[in-house]
T-cell receptor, first 114, second 111 residues
């Protein structure tokens, strides 16, 4: 089992550019979560999906952020336009639905916006 | 509001010693989970304790849960250098699959 796969692992871009982060969940996991981690704010939940449907996007900071899950094996988080304050590590995590199941985290994408 | 909140201090201990960290939360929960994060990596699940459980063991880990005080503790016995990491508690209030993570507690084990 390859685990949760995220790409790219590192992204350096300039302010104003579009950034797309990708996540491939573990097969059979029907819940997917996007988190952002910074030193100042810790780990923040941005949005999560159940069965490919967005359930709660209240953590998405601004309209510049959008996320999609077109099928059970792929999700994207897009930032357009990017700003320096978006610099962070973005994690995707997935789990089998149900309260007593753990979340499996991907390795993260370290985003730097210059 | 963030539910899981660890004691904010960093912990530095000698190899072989025990490490204890605490977590408090504000609302009723279904379960509480502890995760570990090594530098530059994603979080890894360590242990889950249900709201009707008081103590749980897994290898060198011992977790306690006191729902009356809305608090939990994680004990790592006989620590090793490889235990150096940040440890997060996360609460599941049930009903929506989401977890609320604390800010993490950094543990450094000196060989």
């Amino acid at each position: 089992d390859a685990g949760v796969i995220q790409s790219p692992r590192h992204e350096v871009t300039e302010m104003g550019q579009e950034v797309t982060l990708r996540c491939k969940p573990i097969s059979g996991h029907n819940s997917l979560f996007w988190y952002r981690q910074t030193m100042m704010r810790g780990l923040e939940l941005l949005i999560y999906f159940n069965n490919n449907v967005p359930i709660d996007d209240s953590g998405m900071p601004e309209d510049r952020f959008s996320a999609k899950m077109p099928n059970a094996s792929f999700s994207t988080l897009k930032i357009q336009p990017s700003e320096p304050r978006d610099s962070a590590v973005y994690f995707c995590a997935t789990k089998v639905g149900g309260s007593y199941n753990e979340q499996f985290f991907g390795p993260g994408t370290r985003l730097t916006v210059l | 509001s963030q539910q899981g909140e660890e004691d904010p201090q960093a912990l530095s201990i000698q190899e072989g010693e025990n490490a204890t960290m605490n977590c408090s939360y504000k609302t009723s929960i279904n379960n509480l989970q502890w995760y570990r994060q090594n530098s530059g990596r994603g979080l890894v699940h360590l242990i889950l304790i249900r709201s009707n459980e008081r103590e749980k063991h897994s290898g060198r880990l011992r977790v306690t849960l006191d729902t009356s005080k809305k608090s939990s503790s994680l004990l790592i016995t006989a620590s090793r250098a490889a235990d150096t990491a940040s440890y997060f508690c996360a609460t599941d209030a049930g009903g929506n699959n989401r977890l609320a993570f604390g800010k993490g507690n950094q543990v450094v084990v000196i060989p």
